[in-house]
T-cell receptor, first 113, second 116 residues
Framework: QKEVEQDPGPLSVPEGAIVSLNCTYS??????FMWYRQYSRKGPELLMY????GNKEDGRFTAQVDKSSKYISLFIRDSQPSDSATYLC?????????????FGTGTSLTVIP | GAVVSQHPSWVICKSGTSVKIECRSL??????MFWYRQFPKQSLMLMAT?????????EQGVEKDKFLINHASLTLSTLTVTSAHPEDSSFYIC????????????FGDGTRLSIL
């Protein structure tokens, strides 16, 4: 079983829709959760990161963590064509600078004008 | 802030050539940098963890003599693909974390390597 599972999609939505992206994980030690956005032929760009359970909001983006279910989500409100990208979740058990993150496979999102 | 620069962005070379890729943290110091490989429509595969002033730690299945890593300063790590072959063609991405902590990884824009 992979450490992190993420539906690869592809996901296609009309402009203005609410998008829900999700990851599940198996390691209950994970405490730090990140979402990255990756455009084609570019490196991943950090969108949001959270610690432990709860919600965090930043503009049109909301990250949600449910540690009891080992489930994290990223919601995008009022989606725009510029949101079309691959979204990667990542997580880590500790916050030491030398500690690696575990990544999902990424979900490909297309927002249709 | 938190900018990671990777160079070159794209390289094409003949089989048997060695290729060096640089990863620099521009506005912070990084004692640790990570090197990933990514195939089309697949996730990031961690190749090795680069530690400033010491040997890199390689993931299982990654040949350390094939992929040489040097982390000579707190802002620069290099990955050299030695005697590259077509099967080494891929997208290589580095990331770095601020030595001061409190921040997750920030990624470079990747290097597309094509071996003919």
């Amino acid at each position: 079983q992979k450490e992190v599972e993420q539906d690869p999609g592809p996901l296609s939505v009309p402009e203005g829709a609410i998008v829900s992206l999700n990851c599940t994980y198996s390691n209950s030690a994970f405490q730090y959760f990140m979402w990255y956005r990756q455009y084609s032929r570019k490196g991943p760009e950090l969108l949001m990161y959270t610690y432990s359970s709860g919600n965090k909001e930043d503009g049109r983006f909301t990250a949600q963590v449910d540690k009891s279910s080992k489930y994290i989500s990223l919601f995008i409100r009022d989606s725009q064509p510029s949101d079309s990208a691959t979204y990667l979740c990542a997580m880590s058990a500790v916050w030491n600078t030398g500690n690696q993150f575990y990544f999902g496979t990424g979900t490909s999102l297309t927002v249709i004008p | 802030g938190a900018v990671v620069s990777q160079h070159p962005s794209w390289v094409i070379c003949k089989s048997g050539t060695s290729v060096k890729i640089e990863c620099r943290s521009l506005d912070f110091q990084a004692t640790t940098m990570f090197w990933y490989r990514q195939f089309p429509k697949q996730s990031l595969m961690l190749m090795a963890t680069s530690n400033e002033g010491s040997k890199a730690t390689y993931e299982q299945g990654v040949e350390k003599d094939k992929f040489l890593i040097n982390h000579a300063s707190l802002t620069l790590s290099t990955l050299t693909v030695t005697s590259a072959h077509p099967e080494d063609s891929s997208f290589y991405i580095c990331s770095a974390r601020n030595r001061g902590g409190g921040q997750p990884q920030h990624f470079g824009d990747g290097t597309r390597l094509s071996i003919l």
